[in-house]
């Protein structure tokens, strides 16, 4: 199953569309979060893509079910989504808001898109072709199991634990 | 080996928590103390001994003003010799009370902020003898020190 959730505050209409196209394709369960935005063309994809579901929002406790469920989850690049992912180990794979096309005040999720995209685990979809490239190809990596610390994380506690001693 | 410290460490509810959790490694075979807002959530992470604090923001000055009763009575029955935290104000509040008595104080940026430092980590800057972020392009505008991310 994939799920994929695109926050709660903004929309962003390029990537549910994107995903109800791809949908068909995959051939797998799909369930979108697709935020404040409707569209009718959204709603005729799923009536007749059998596995696709669309929610506007989810509860915190149905998150985690989607979440937890999934092989892999989509998202936009907000550090919330990062974080989830890594505390459930769920490959994800991101796609910047951008600017220019009025998805974000800023195209800071561009900056930090670049940041990521070296991280375990994040997959940063770049284009709407990287999405089908990503979710149909081979199995996506994971990010580090809990207790398994990624050098950044064995970085900051090194550099905490020499001050904590010091 | 050093010897044993107290480390009081203090996280809001939500990603600031989860961050913190993160860190727990660089506690390992010291006295922690945590301490959250959030009731439920030091057991689910199996955080022990812990207190919850209520929580405040910027606005409310009764709660500020509870907030900080609790964070002093802490301080004063824990004597930490380090606070950390992740933020989010009672964070920032946690570090300045326990400053004043002689505790040494980390500041760690939430992840979150991507593109500058937050609000209250600004705020912290004055409290915080060790001040950062996790992010290097924002340690190269603030003067706050990067070593590292939980990511």
Redesign the interface.
């Known amino acids: 199953m994939i799920f994929a959730t695109i926050g709660t505050q903004l929309g962003f209409p390029r990537l549910v569309t994107a995903l109800v196209d791809l949908a068909p394709r995959l051939g797998e369960e799909m369930l979108i979060q697709t935020g404040p935005d409707t569209d009718p063309a959204w709603q005729a994809a799923a009536a007749a893509t059998p596995g696709l579901t669309l929610v506007q929002s989810l509860r915190p406790a149905e998150f985690e079910e989607a979440f937890t469920r999934a092989r892999a989850v989509v998202g936009h690049c907000g550090?919330?989504t990062?974080?989830s992912a890594?505390?459930w180990v769920k490959p994800l794979v991101v796609m910047p808001r951008r600017h220019a096309l009025g998805e974000h005040r800023?195209d800071?999720q561009l900056?930090?898109a670049r940041?990521?995209e070296a991280?375990p685990g994040v997959h940063v979809a770049w284009e709407i072709a990287d999405l089908e490239r990503l979710l149909a190809g081979p199995a996506l990596s994971p990010p580090p199991e809990p207790g398994e610390?990624?050098?950044?994380?064995?970085?900051?506690?090194?550099?905490?634990?020499a001050?904590?001693?010091a | 080996m050093?010897s044993t410290?107290r480390?009081l460490a203090v996280a809001s509810g939500g990603?600031h928590w989860?961050?913190l959790m993160?860190?727990r490694?660089?506690?390992d075979g010291?006295e922690v103390r945590f301490l959250t807002t959030l009731p439920g959530l030091p057991e689910q992470f199996d955080a022990r001994p812990f207190a919850i604090i209520p929580d405040c923001n910027r606005n409310e000055k009764i709660a500020m003003a509870r907030t900080a009763a609790a964070l002093l009575r802490q301080v004063l029955t824990f004597r930490p010799d380090?606070v950390?935290s992740t933020g989010a104000l009672p964070g920032v509040m946690a570090l300045a009370l326990a400053r004043a008595m002689g505790a040494?104080t980390?500041w760690?940026d939430?992840?979150?902020n991507?593109?500058e430092m937050s609000m209250s980590g600004r705020l912290a800057r004055r409290v915080a003898?060790?001040w950062?972020t996790?992010?290097e392009?924002v340690a190269a505008e603030t003067g706050a020190?990067y070593?590292?991310?939980?990511?």
């Open positions: 550090m919330g990062i974080l890594r505390r800023n800071h900056a930090t940041q990521v991280l610390q990624s050098p950044g994380q064995q970085a900051l506690v090194a550099r905490l634990r001050f904590i001693e | 050093a410290r480390i990603g989860q961050q993160l860190m490694p660089a506690f010291h380090v950390i040494r980390i760690v939430s992840v979150a991507a593109e003898h060790l950062m996790q992010w392009h020190e070593a590292g991310t939980i990511l």
